[in-house]
């Protein structure tokens, strides 16, 4: 039984060792670059790739297998699709090749293959590098070479992003701009949040395909500050690109609109200086309203919000600017937040105003004063002179003590109450409790005492005869 079980094994060994080289296998790993890519893009895959070595040398009259090759993705039941076939730039791989371009324009007739069948969702894929012949681009038959050899990578897709590696981790960037509506020529500040935020890596900020500027992602964010002079709406994004593809995957936000126009409202004083947002105008002052974004050559009304002054009219130029060039503030108008508020509505463009905020200051309390001086003067001071000097003297000179020391009339009761009760009241009070605090300590240590003499005298802590 010992001999035929020995004989058994040795028919299995020996029939997996004839069978080993049918079977595909790896001879050597294939870089990348750059290490990463959009699964969105026209072409995935793109850049160059490096082969470690040299395809067959096999050649049978003008059919050969070393001037062509083909990529695959190992989809996850582990069939294969091609990703790109006809791989010609370098060629021919009858030695290490680097940097075999994978642009098209360097590869006369290269197919580009779909990968939206191959690579399926989130998770690690194998990429195969063969090479072809130069007809029908097909792998070596096995009596050229055995074993079916190929070049391997692995990516990790994340999202609409690829990365070489495995296990790298996800990540998601986020755009702001502040900002985010600007007048020509002044600076907005895009801010990239990068989670998890301890990813290291670099954020790319574009608008479309032209990069606006670069900075370094540090705790999780990145800013970048920029000067658009071009009026309009911007569509910006933030692609954050790791430093190290193995660690982290790449990622990409989504647009955020920057908007570059010139204020839609503007107010100046008689001199001319641009005023703040809402700011205090005096009763009779004149300023200047500029409104932009309107229609063009349309008429506008102007009223002022809690007051019934009537004002001209204004017309919009060619370019939707409507200006009022004096409004007067009227002398009764009243004090608190107001406004211009013209009609109708100037929708157009992003941020549009409807009224033109200021406030209007309380009115001056200097005029009222003069009136009530004459008539007080002579015939009070006589009389209540005497009256106050005697009686209201005495009275107040008794209660001092008390409004003196509180300032307040409830509270004056309540302290010259306490001044007389803590003497005699709380003192006293304290005392008691510390006198009977002193006799209860006395009373617990004389019991603690007794009771411990009298355990080691009464037996308590007796023990028995010793053995002999």
């Known amino acids: 039984m010992a001999a035929c079980a020995l004989l058994a094994l040795g028919l299995v060994v020996l029939a997996m060792s004839q069978s080993q080289p049918a079977r595909a296998a790896s001879v050597g790993e294939f870089t990348m670059t750059p290490a990463g890519g959009r699964m969105s893009d026209p072409q995935p895959i793109a ?28 989809k996850a039941d582990g069939t294969e699709v091609k990703a790109l076939n006809g791989i010609t730039n370098k060629a021919p791989y009858t030695a290490a090749t680097p940097a075999v371009s994978l642009v098209a324009a360097d590869n006369p007739g290269m197919v580009v293959s779909s990968l939206s069948d191959a690579i399926t969702g989130d998770g690690t894929y194998e990429l195969r590098l063969r090479c072809v012949d130069n007809y029908d681009w097909a792998v070596p038959p096995d009596s050229i070479v055995p074993g079916d050899p190929y070049w391997t990578q692995k990516i990790t897709v994340t999202g609409d992003n690829w990365v070489v590696g ?3 981790e996800a990540t998601q960037v986020a755009l702001t701009a502040s900002p985010a ?26 608008e479309g395909a032209t990069t606006l500027g670069q900075a370094t992602v540090a705790s999780g964010k990145a800013e970048f ?17 790791p430093g190290n593809a193995a660690d982290w995957g790449a990622s990409e936000s989504a647009p955020f609109a920057v908007t570059v126009q010139l204020p839609r409202y503007e107010m100046r004083d008689a001199a001319g200086k641009l005023l703040a947002y809402n700011p205090e105008l005096q009763r009779g002052q004149t300023v200047k ?14 009223t002022m919000f809690h007051n019934d002054a009537t004002f001209p009219a204004a017309t919009a130029d060619a370019s939707g600017t409507v200006t009022w060039s004096t409004l007067t503030v009227p002398d009764d108008a009243v004090a608190g937040a107001s406004n211009w508020d013209y009609s109708p ?13 200021f406030t209007v200051p309380e009115p001056s309390s200097g005029s009222p004063s003069a009136s009530p001086t004459d008539s007080p003067t002579d015939t009070p001071s006589g009389e209540p002179t005497d009256g106050s000097s005697s009686e209201p003297t005495d009275g107040s000179s008794g209660d001092s003590s008390g409004t003196t020391t509180t300032g307040g009339g409830g ?17 006293s009070t304290g005392s008691q409790i510390a006198l009977f605090s002193g006799l209860g300590a006395v009373v617990l240590v004389t019991a603690g005492v007794l009771a411990v003499r009298y355990g080691r005298r009464e037996g308590l802590l007796k023990f028995g005869d010793p053995r002999s």
């Open 411 to 427: 509270t004056g009761g309540d302290s010259t109450s306490g001044g007389t009760s803590p003497t005699g009241g709380l003192a």
């Open 166 to 168: 495995t296990g790298a």
């Open 181 to 206: 509506v600007v007048a020509p020529g002044e600076e907005t500040t895009l801010t990239a949040t990068v989670s998890p935020a301890a990813a290291a890596g670099t954020v790319t900020f574009l």
């Open 225 to 241: 500050k920029t000067s658009t002079p071009a009026e309009g709406d911007h569509s910006v994004t933030a692609r954050f690109t």
């Open 345 to 357: 509505d100037c929708t157009g463009g992003k941020n549009p105003v409807r009224a033109v905020d």
């Open 289 to 302: 309203v500029l409104i932009r974004g309107c229609q063009p050559n349309a008429t506008y009304s102007m």
């Open 47 to 74: 850049g160059s790739i490096a082969i470690p070595g040299a395809c067959p040398a096999a050649t049978i009259e003008d059919l050969n297998w070393n001037s062509v090759l083909a990529l695959y993705v190992v």
